[in-house]
């Protein structure tokens, strides 16, 4: 049987989870609350339309894949000035 450490979003941590059967969909084995194999998290945000018409802009201009790279971008971008604000060094971010 696959494992995996993946985020598991019940949990609020890293914990091992087990592959099921054949489908990309791994369980934690500590609450056995599904998630897929991404290592991502599903999130819902709400923006006013102009800001989401604006992102679908650039999207169609070819300066970003999808709405998620942008935003997963834009956030990166904000976290890493806020710890520059905060500490005046800037740990690398991935994801």
Request: aromatic letters at 6%.
């Amino acid at each position: 049987m696959e494992e995996r450490v993946l985020y598991c979003k019940r949990c609020r941590k890293r914990t091992i989870h087990r592959r099921e059967g054949s489908r990309f969909v791994y369980r934690c084995t500590e609450c056995n609350s599904p998630t897929s194999g991404t290592g991502l998290v599903l999130i819902t945000i709400h923006i006013p339309a102009t800001l989401l018409e604006e992102l679908d802009k650039l999207i169609e201009a070819g300066r970003l894949p999808n709405r998620s790279e942008a935003i997963r971008y834009a956030l990166r971008q904000f976290i890493i000035e806020e710890k520059k604000g905060m500490e005046g060094e800037i740990e690398f971010i991935s994801g």
